[in-house]
């Protein structure tokens, strides 16, 4: 079993930056895909960003250059960097990690992007 702890939301004002981080408990982000998802209310879950094992990078087409997924193995954590943030990038940001049929999530995290 694999926990997955998510930390760094919280209220910014539109235009502000906040950096997500993700903590596994096992070392598994070099070789899982790592993702971070979002839901804002009344929505669907959408991809933000993943990161393969091998580094390769993906990003939800809304993200246009802002936001940045990274990952530190040696700390077993996943960033994600999120630059001139608007309004509608409040959501609930969750973590995930997958390999084959192993699929884990993390609780979420809350960003605001509200005056």
């Known amino acids: 079993q694999v926990q997955l702890v998510e930390s760094g939301g919280g209220l910014v004002q539109p235009g502000g930056s906040l950096r997500l981080s993700c903590a596994a408990s096992r070392s598994i982000i070099s070789t899982y895909t790592m993702g971070w998802y979002r839901q804002a209310p009344g929505k669907q879950r959408e991809l933000v960003a993943a990161?393969?094992?091998?580094?390769?990078?993906n990003y939800g087409d809304f993200v246009k250059g802002r936001f940045a997924i990274s990952r530190d193995n040696a700390k077993n954590t996943v960033y994600l960097q999120m630059n001139s943030l608007r309004p509608e990038d409040t959501a609930v940001y969750s973590c995930?990690?997958?390999?084959?049929?192993?699929?884990?999530w993390g609780r979420g995290t809350l960003v605001t992007v509200s005056s």
């Open positions: 990161i393969t094992n091998n580094g390769n990078t």
């Open positions: 995930n990690a997958v390999r084959n049929s192993l699929d884990y």
